[in-house]
């Protein structure tokens, strides 16, 4: 899915979105639209922008269409959609030319502070930002900063996916394992351990079978580009090779150059 965005020149400042925790290492964003202010989770696993039923109520604007999403679970997700609405994060303005309309509040547990969206990777599509979850913060790279970050690190191998009907936007890091590139989830909000497939677990030896049910697999290692990081890992019945977790993602900073769908880490 395409996003019409302000395009970042020379002149722009380096901007900063100041990441909030909403619960545990969940993170929330503060936000307005038409002049509200709301909280919208952000995760980078995502896929799709979503607002609340009531807002869009609130401006308007009815939905319509049908589009699908699936959960890594395989868990299939139904939504419509909205046209033509605007963010605005601090003094930085997003203009989507869709969103999903969906209530997340439906799959969370009772009793948690009311979220009135999800803020995905799909609102930064033209641009180049670099994520710090540790520093609760996702920097706005000006053409000149990211010049000057890049030079001394190396770039990732990458997918940028765009869902079924072209109306999402998530990444895939490779994960390689005896010469071979397994595609993990870039995924902040799983809280979950890293979590492997079935399948890859069997490859990687850490199981027997391919049919089990969850399977604590201890510490496992992964290489990401020039570095080796570890975390607690378990295999699911997941729909991908695997999915990052956030206390993998936690430990190192990402670039993510959206135009030229590039990741680096650092």
């Known amino acids: 899915m395409s996003i019409v965005l302000c395009l970042i020149n020379e002149g722009n400042a380096q901007d900063t979105i100041h990441l909030k925790t909403y619960i545990s290492q969940l993170k929330k964003v503060e936000l307005t639209i038409a002049g509200q202010p709301y909280s919208f989770l952000f995760d980078t696993g995502g896929g799709e922008t979503f607002i609340s039923p009531e807002i869009a109520r609130r401006l308007g604007k009815a939905p319509y269409g049908n589009s699908t999403a699936f959960r890594m679970s395989g868990e299939m997700l139904k939504y419509q959609r909205s046209d033509s609405v605007t963010i605005q994060i601090g003094t930085n303005t997003f203009f989507h030319p869709t969103v999903g309309v969906w209530d997340l509040m439906s799959i969370l547990p009772e009793g948690l502070p009311k979220i009135d969206g999800v803020l995905s990777l799909k609102s930064f599509s033209d641009r180049v930002v670099t994520l710090d979850l540790t ?88 290489q990401l580009g020039k570095k080796r990081m570890e975390s607690k890992a378990a295999s699911e019945d997941i729909i991908y090779d695997g999915a990052l977790n956030y206390a993998l993602l936690g430990k190192s900073k990402f670039i993510i150059d959206f135009p030229r769908k590039q990741v680096w880490v650092f």
Not at 150 to 170: C, H, M, W, Y
Not at 194 to 206: D, I, K, R, V
Request: aromatic share 12%; proline share 5%.
């Open 135 to 222: 520093g609760n913060r996702l920097i706005l790279e000006t053409p000149a900063s990211f010049r000057k970050l890049k030079r001394s690190i190396s770039v990732l191998p990458s997918r940028f996916a765009n869902g079924l009907d072209g109306n999402e936007l998530t990444i895939f890091l490779n994960i390689p394992y005896n010469k071979r590139p397994y595609w993990f989830l870039f995924d902040s909000g799983n809280l979950n351990d890293l979590l492997l497939s079935y399948q890859t677990a069997y490859e990687w030896g850490l199981q027997s079978d391919t049919v089990a049910h969850r399977k604590e697999l201890g510490t496992v290692a992964v």
